[in-house]
């Protein structure tokens, strides 16, 4: 798919391919046809192309503007998701250190491994538009691994309730986060957005005008490009440079480390 291919290329790159594709058909090429084969468009095609280009121009630029504000909101929404989920499991193994007893200590060796299977297996695995099945089944023993734990004090009960509801937080926001790396823009909007280029590529041939094909249509053509630029970089929630990482995730590794003896070789 051509949207994977140019996720592989920097930002950067994108834009000056959008930026030199777009000069190259819509300034370059119909000045060469013109020049090449001595063609004279006539003033009343002239007039009407032009005021065809100013239509499509702004139909396109509002359809970018509309779909950039689309693919910000997910990236943002997405991002906000992992710090969060990070968030949950930094309280849950501090909830849990708070209960001071051997099963909790036993579910926070599991919390570890989980936070490490997100990383390692599930981060991957999204990118297929998968979920990890080694994280789902280790959630679920950890599920039983919560009824194991024996409280013996009114304390230890109030931190069994607060750990079972961090849990459930926790658990949510992986759901969460695994169906938001799902969404990216509809392919119609992608169409659509071809379709405008084109046509306001095509009107632009029929300006007689060197000059205003020259200034006026490049402007037009870089603004464009740059905005395309833009929203291919954010609809790759996990592919080119403007990626989402686990690094919310990977910063509180250490910490889980550090809080639980047992787990310190």
């Known amino acids: 798919m051509f949207l994977n291919w140019l996720h592989t290329l920097s930002d950067l790159e994108i ?10 058909f819509a300034v370059v090429l119909p000045l060469v046809i013109r020049i090449r084969y001595k063609l004279n468009v006539p003033d009343e ?7 065809a280009y100013k239509i499509l121009c702004g139909l396109t630029i509002a359809l970018c503007v ?3 504000v689309r693919v910000q909101s997910s990236h943002l929404n997405t991002e906000d998701l992992v710090a ?7 309280k849950l193994n501090r909830d849990l ?3 001071a007893t051997n099963e909790a200590e036993a579910f926070r060796d599991d919390l570890n491994t989980y936070a490490n299977l997100i990383v390692q297996d599930e981060w991957p ?5 998968e979920r990890s099945d080694k994280v789902s089944e280790l959630s679920s023993e950890m599920t039983q691994g919560l009824r194991a734990i024996k409280v013996n004090t009114y304390s230890q009960q109030v931190a069994r309730a607060e750990i079972l509801a961090t849990f459930k937080q926790m658990v949510d926001l992986r759901d969460a986060r695994l169906a938001d790396f799902k969404k990216s ?13 084109g046509m306001l590529i095509i009107s632009g041939w029929f300006e007689k005008r060197t000059f205003f094909t020259v200034a006026f249509t490049s402007g037009t ?9 833009l929203l291919v970089a954010l609809d790759g929630v996990l592919a080119g440079e403007n990626k989402i990482t686990p690094q919310p995730i990977i910063d509180i590794l250490p910490q889980l480390i550090a809080d639980n003896p047992s787990l310190i070789k």
């Open 15 to 24: 834009g000056f391919l959008f930026g030199g594709g777009g000069l190259l």
């Open 45 to 51: 095609l002239s007039t009407g192309a032009l005021d």
């Open 66 to 68: 509309f779909s950039l």
């Open 84 to 90: 969060r989920e990070a968030q949950a499991i930094s």
């Open 97 to 99: 250190k708070s209960m």
């Open 125 to 129: 695995a999204m990118a297929k538009r």
């Open 185 to 197: 823009l509809p392919g119609y909007l992608w169409v659509a957005l071809s379709c405008l280029i």
């Open 221 to 229: 053509i870089l603004g464009i490009a740059v905005l395309l630029t």
